[in-house]
């Protein structure tokens, strides 16, 4: 494929793992969208919603259509929004997510089946008991046979890692019930379920090249290795992509080499939840912005090289919604600023502002969806 002789949306989605069978399929997207930059380069841009931000700003609601592919539920997959109750399902809205996405012709990514943060406690305290793994059959099943005409790809197993864990794995309620080896469990119970859905594991903090996440990569590295050669059906990673100006300018290199180790793997990778955390507020809405894009920038010309790298989905579309706040540390590191009265705003981390202009970073995503398809980057997913 070329810039000048674009997908069809419809060849486009049904040759994305796991995005082609539900999804209803419209006009091309409009010029001047992430849908429609990341489409030319062979990829898929999507952003984390939640079905109550759909549901009560029609303006925002307008705003996720035209730029999106893709949504990823931001909260109402997780077992905590699903089943906060033993056996009480509540399904009202994430039915109204899919109801949104099945309308306007959006692929859905399920986030998340296993979460130590979205386990029900009810759910963490009777994993152990036994005949525990039946609680997560049941999980699985209850929301993969309603949303699996639309869902076609999950992430399995959220956040697996803790470098400091034993065999670098994190200590949570499932691997305290089931042992190290629930992550395969949990693929091979999600593919009996859903035998054409996409499997993923979706992992945070693999970024930088300092030596916390230096011994994530590896960690991380391993665990997939070790999926691998127990036959776990793994088809794909996500790589949350949650950046931080505080931790300075990211190595290139080390992002590119996570990538080809796991290309080499023959993994597919998606960036699941990128978005940029601010540190210096106290700086000109311009200069802010220009940080974030730079940052955004590097992070995506380095992953967009990588042919594997099926899309991008950042955490939230505007900054209006950001699970990103603003923290009183970070008002107390510029105790000179604001005297004014004014304030910081929101943070600036997503592609359109509060306001839902879009932004530097909107044009950096634009920027490097654009050089990546000028290299045929999507030329080996097709
Ligand atoms: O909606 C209620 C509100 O009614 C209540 O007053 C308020 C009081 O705390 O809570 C609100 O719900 C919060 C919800 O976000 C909406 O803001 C929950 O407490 C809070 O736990 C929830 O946090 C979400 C978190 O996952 C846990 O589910 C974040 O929005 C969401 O962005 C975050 O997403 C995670 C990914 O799933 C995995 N990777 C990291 C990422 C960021 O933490």
Redesign the pocket.
């Known amino acids: 494929m070329s810039a000048s002789s674009p997908l069809t949306r419809r060849a486009l989605l049904a040759a994305m793992p796991g995005l082609g069978a539900g999804a209803a399929l419209g006009e091309p997207y409009e010029a001047g969208t992430l849908a429609a930059a990341a489409q030319a380069s062979g990829r898929e841009f999507g952003c ?1 919603v ?1 079905a ?1 931000q759909l549901a009560g700003d029609p303006a925002f609601r307008a705003a996720v259509a035209r730029e999106c592919a893709t949504l990823t539920p ?2 109402d997959l ?1 077992w ?1 929004a699903v089943e906060p109750h033993r056996g009480e399902l509540a399904f009202a809205p994430m039915d109204q997510l899919i109801d949104f996405a099945r309308a306007a012709g959006k692929g859905v990514h399920g ?2 089946l296993i ?1 130590h ?2 386990t029900p406690p009810w759910a963490a305290a009777a994993l152990a008991e036994p005949g525990g793994w039946s609680l997560v059959r049941r999980r699985f099943s209850a929301v993969m046979s309603r949303y699996g005409e639309l869902i076609g790809r999950w992430d399995v197993v ?2 697996p890692i803790d470098p400091d864990g034993a065999g670098g794995l994190r200590d949570s309620p499932f691997r305290r019930a089931f042992g190290d080896d629930y992550i395969r469990r949990a693929l091979e119970t999600a593919r009996r379920l859903a035998p054409n859905a996409k499997l993923l594991i ?1 992992e ?1 903090g693999l970024d930088y090249d300092d030596a916390e996440d230096r011994a994530r990569r590896r960690a991380f590295l391993g665990l997939v290795d070790r999926l691998k050669s127990a036959g776990a059906p793994l088809d794909g990673v996500g790589l ?1 992509a ?1 950046l931080h100006l505080g931790k300075g300018r990211l190595s290139q290199r080390a992002l590119r080499d996570l990538l080809h180790e796991l290309a080499a793997r023959d993994l597919f990778i998606l960036v699941t ?1 990128l978005d940029v955390k601010e540190t210096d507020y106290a700086l000109a809405p311009d200069r802010r912005d220009a940080l974030v894009a730079d940052l955004t920038k590097s992070y995506l010309d380095a992953a967009l090289e990588e042919p594997k790298v099926i899309g991008v989905t950042t ?2 579309l505007s900054d209006r919604y950001s ?1 990103l706040q603003v923290t009183r540390a970070d008002l107390e590191r510029r105790p000179d600023a604001w005297r004014d009265g004014t304030s910081p705003g929101a943070n600036r981390g997503l592609p359109l502002d509060a306001a839902l202009r879009p932004k530097a970073m909107h044009e950096a995503m634009m920027a490097a969806f654009r050089s990546a398809g000028s290299k045929s980057a999507g030329d080996s997913i097709i």
Request: hydrophobic share 30%; net charge negative.
């Open positions: 984390a939640s109550a931001e909260l997780k905590t986030h998340t979460w943060r979205s959220n956040e979706n945070f949350q949650h939840e955490w939230g699970w």
